[in-house]
């Protein structure tokens, strides 16, 4: 599934060079832990991590405009974000004006790494479903603009569905294989100036909830936002 956003003004700090990934996702990706998820999983603070990602360093200031609150409220996060390593001062802002950059372009998790702690867990999926209204918001922005791009965009962009059979292991080695292709796209248009950025998004989830399996110990490859 796939979805274009223009991009901004400002665009962010080029992604890593292409062979850094590991077959899970992205080698550089912060991975949170129970301090850090509690800490993301708060609706100003994800939506300033998700900012800054798309859009590239930005002030307090700046941000505060962009997401309609006020730059004290806005600095308190940012520095709350930086506590856990999610976001850093570049080091270029002019006087008090810190400039906040994302430190990674990926958040990274297990969801087996907080069974069993009530707080951790309801974080979790508090974050899980936030991503996933991001994503709604997100895509009705670019179909609300869509039919004034080019039509090679528009059939280029969409989405799409499909089922499979499978195994958790399996379905692990399935997204595997989609990192491994994104991976390879990552940063082919570089210097084409006719490429412009995309989100990609992919979601795995059964569709039998009337029966789940027997119970098992949980574990497996991480989840990548």
Not at 48 to 56: A, E, I, P, V, Y
Not at 58 to 73: E, Y
Not at 172 to 188: G, H, K, N, Q
Not at 190 to 213: E, H, K, T
């Given at each position: 599934?796939?979805?274009?956003?223009?991009?901004?003004?400002?665009?962010?700090?080029p992604?890593?060079?292409?062979?850094?990934?590991?077959?899970?996702?992205?080698?550089?990706?912060?991975?949170?832990?129970a301090?850090?998820l509690k800490?993301?999983?708060?609706?100003?603070?994800s939506?300033l991590?998700?900012?800054?990602?798309?859009g590239?360093?930005?002030?307090?200031?700046?941000?505060?405009?962009?997401l309609?609150?006020?730059?004290?409220?806005?600095?308190?996060?940012?520095?709350?974000?930086?506590?856990?390593?999610?976001?850093?001062?570049?080091?270029?802002?002019?006087?008090?004006?810190?400039?906040?950059?994302?430190?990674?372009?990926?958040?990274?998790?297990?969801?087996?790494?907080?069974?069993?702690?009530?707080?951790?867990?309801?974080?979790?999926?508090?974050?899980t479903?936030?991503y996933?209204?991001?994503?709604?918001?997100?895509?009705?922005?670019?179909?609300?603009?869509?039919?004034?791009?080019?039509?090679?965009?528009?059939?280029?962009?969409?989405?799409?569905?499909?089922?499979?059979?499978?195994?958790?292991?399996?379905?692990?080695?399935?997204?595997?294989?989609?990192?491994?292709?994104?991976?390879?796209?990552?940063?082919?248009?570089?210097?084409?100036?006719?490429?412009?950025?995309?989100?990609?998004?992919?979601?795995?989830?059964?569709?039998?909830?009337?029966?789940?399996?027997?119970?098992?110990?949980?574990?497996?490859?991480?989840?990548?936002?």
């Amino acid at each position: 599934m796939a979805a274009q956003t223009p991009p901004s003004s400002s665009p962010p700090s080029p992604p890593p060079a292409p062979g850094s990934a590991s077959v899970t996702g992205p080698s550089d990706a912060v991975h949170l832990d129970a301090q850090s998820l509690k800490v993301l999983a708060h609706p100003l603070r994800s939506r300033l991590l998700s900012t800054l990602r798309l859009g590239g360093p930005a002030t307090a200031t700046d941000l505060a405009a962009l997401l309609g609150t006020n730059s004290g409220a806005t600095s308190y996060h940012l520095r709350k974000l930086e506590s856990v390593g999610l976001v850093e001062d570049t080091g270029e802002g002019e006087g008090k004006r810190r400039l906040w950059r994302p430190s990674t372009e990926f958040t990274a998790w297990n969801p087996s790494d907080f069974e069993g702690d009530e707080d951790s867990e309801t974080a979790l999926n508090w974050l899980t479903r936030d991503y996933a209204r991001h994503f709604s918001e997100q895509y009705d922005k670019w179909l609300d603009v869509s039919m004034a791009w080019p039509a090679a965009w528009q059939d280029a962009c969409g989405s799409s569905d499909s089922m499979a059979l499978v195994t958790p292991e399996q379905l692990v080695a399935l997204r595997d294989e989609v990192w491994e292709v994104i991976e390879r796209y990552r940063r082919v248009g570089q210097g084409n100036p006719q490429a412009r950025r995309v989100a990609v998004y992919a979601f795995a989830y059964p569709l039998d909830l009337d029966r789940p399996p027997a119970s098992r110990a949980r574990g497996g490859k991480e989840q990548n936002r």
